[in-house]
């Protein structure tokens, strides 16, 4: 940023002010320097009342399988659970197990896959590994 001050004609306080605030000067026009501030009392912070956490709602045992998974069993694989599936896998070291499972539904990658048969059979692939 450049700034240009016009020295020939006599600047206004409130053009020192803002020069002295740019400048980070302690000194006020008038040539005093500020005040020093007492420091504040600290008051204790006012105690606010917990909110109340809304209760979980329970599960009937019904929808628990005995494995503790609570997805129904109609419920089809989705691609997402093929991208997290197979980001462990590949994190864990087997990117060629996953590379191999994605070449068995035509695919390179997991977002290629397309089709509810195909994210299945990538699926239960990934799951085999």
Same mark, same amino acid.
């Given at each position: 940023?450049? #700034?240009?001050?016009?020295? !020939? ?6 053009? @020192? ?49 005995? #494995? ?9 694989? !989705? ?5 997290? @599936? ?39 692939? #990934? @799951?085999?590994?």
């Amino acid at each position: 940023m450049l #700034l240009s001050i016009d020295t !020939t004609q006599e600047l206004s306080p409130l053009d @020192l002010a803002v020069l002295h605030t740019l400048l980070g000067s302690d000194i006020r026009p008038g040539g005093t320097a500020p005040a020093k501030a007492t420091p504040a009392k600290a008051t204790p912070a006012k105690a606010t009342p917990a909110k109340a956490e809304p209760e979980p709602e329970e599960e009937s045992e019904d929808d628990e399988d005995l #494995l503790g998974d609570t997805k129904p069993e109609n419920d089809k694989p !989705t691609i997402q659970d093929c991208v997290a @599936l197979a980001t462990k896998l590949v994190s864990n070291g087997e990117g060629p197990a996953v590379k191999e499972a994605l070449s068995s539904v035509g695919a390179k990658r997991v977002s290629e896959v397309s089709g509810v048969a195909k994210i299945k059979k990538l699926h239960d692939a #990934l @799951l085999a590994i």
